[in-house]
């Protein structure tokens, strides 16, 4: 009976790591396969965010009043959260903290969305996207500008961000004064969209504007993310930054709104496509996008996200022609690939170069350790 009882009582343990590698190796599997299925969901989720955008404010919706709904409603979505998980961190709002909450809302929300929104009723959701993902090529430029960050052409990392960014701004180029011979992919389009029927000339002119007010919202966009890393510093907050920039920016747009001449009526919602385009962008492509990102950062690093990026083109473009009736051309397909592959160097390069940094921040401890040792068997050698 003993030597039963120690045999059964060396097996549990066997029998739990069994167990526990398991589950660890299951886990690992379903993590494994879950960060690029979130990261294609946001995608998915975006697109259908700029599609219904473009038809609301076909109907007529007004940027800034969309501006002020959606945020209220993306406020609601993430306030509970904050409420959560960072409730103590109310306490250490301060005046400097507002002002800083209060300049990330007017560059991220007033002038990024509001002029990205206008960019977008002035041209396609197809066309509209490319300008999205030129955002981190702006950033990268304006921080070598601002000397926050340096560009080491000596090293291969350096070289691919370089010729990232060129084939970003080739692509955008092109697309952007490049049209080319029409593709006749389909013959016919799924979605009734209300714009109104313009001449040539009105149209060269509406691209035109569209495409200035689709670069200032690169240009904010990319000082919005400058602003955001050192807000991180200053108040390292994740949800209550999200609900307080979102309430922020709500009044923010509302007094740009009232001041650029919207009627009341602008300002009623029915229940029609405009107040399914406000919940559904406040709910999912901030809330549920925004969770989705965190988490897929926190396991991956900031570079996983935007290499799903992409991927937005290509759907946006196939779905903006397919459901919409959006005419494609050589020109922009030919600007989307230069974006396409750019976007993919650049990040390659920027991916190294945090390999390297942090190899070589691991390394310092270590070489520290190594001296410590050394000082330490000199002294007993003393």
């Known amino acids: ?7 059964e009582a060396v097996k549990k343990p066997a029998a739990a790591k069994i167990i526990s590698k398991a589950l660890t190796s299951s886990s690992w599997a379903f993590e494994t396969a879950m960060l690029p299925l979130s990261m294609i ?6 697109m259908v965010t700029l599609l219904i955008c473009k038809l609301a404010l076909n109907s007529g919706m007004r940027p800034f009043v969309f501006l002020v709904y959606r945020n209220l409603i993306a406020a609601a979505a993430v306030a509970p959260l904050a409420l ?4 103590e961190m109310l306490k250490q ?27 977008l009723r002035a041209t396609s959701a197809a066309y509209s996207v490319n300008f999205l993902n030129l955002i981190p090529i702006i950033t990268f430029i304006i921080a070598i500008m601002l000397r926050a960050e340096k560009l080491m052409l000596t090293k291969w990392p350096g070289r691919m961000k370089l010729l990232g960014t060129v084939m970003c701004v080739c692509g955008a180029m092109v697309a952007s004064l490049f049209k080319g011979r029409r593709l006749h992919l389909w013959a016919t389009r799924l979605l009734r969209s209300h714009a109104t029927a313009t001449s040539p000339a009105g149209l060269h002119h509406g691209m035109v504007a569209g495409t200035l007010f689709l670069c200032g919202s690169c240009l904010s966009y990319a000082l919005w993310f400058i602003v955001q890393a050192r807000l991180a510093k200053v108040f390292p907050s994740k949800y209550l ?8 920016g709500s009044l923010q747009c509302f007094v740009v709104g009232i001041s650029l001449g919207h009627s009341r009526a602008e300002w009623k919602l029915k229940w029609d496509l405009q107040l399914l385009t406000v919940v ?6 901030t809330g549920v996008t925004y969770v989705l990102i965190s988490w897929v950062i ?31 051309y050589l020109g922009s397909v030919l600007g989307t690939m230069l974006i396409f592959v750019g976007l993919y160097a650049f990040l390659w390069g920027k991916g190294k170069e945090l390999q390297l940094a942090d190899v070589a921040a691991a390394q310092k401890p270590a070489a520290g350790s190594e001296e410590e040792a050394q000082e ?7």
Request: aromatic share 10%; glycine share 10%.
């Open 41 to 46: 969901l946001v995608q998915v989720l975006t």
């Open 1 to 7: 009976m003993e030597a039963e009882a120690a045999t």
């Open 376 to 382: 330490h068997g000199g002294d007993d050698m003393a």
């Open 93 to 119: 709002v301060s005046l400097v903290i507002w002002g800083w909450i209060s300049v990330n809302a007017a560059l991220g929300i007033v002038l990024a969305m509001g002029l990205y929104y206008h960019g």
């Open 241 to 248: 930054v999200t609900t307080l920039t979102c309430l922020l």
């Open 280 to 285: 559904y962008s406040g709910v999912f492509n």
């Open 298 to 328: 926190s396991r991956r690093g900031p570079i996983y996200p935007s290499m799903f990026s992409p991927l937005l083109l290509i759907i946006t473009t196939a779905m903006d022609s397919l459901l919409l009736g959006t005419n494609i």
């Open 84 to 87: 959560i998980f960072e409730r």
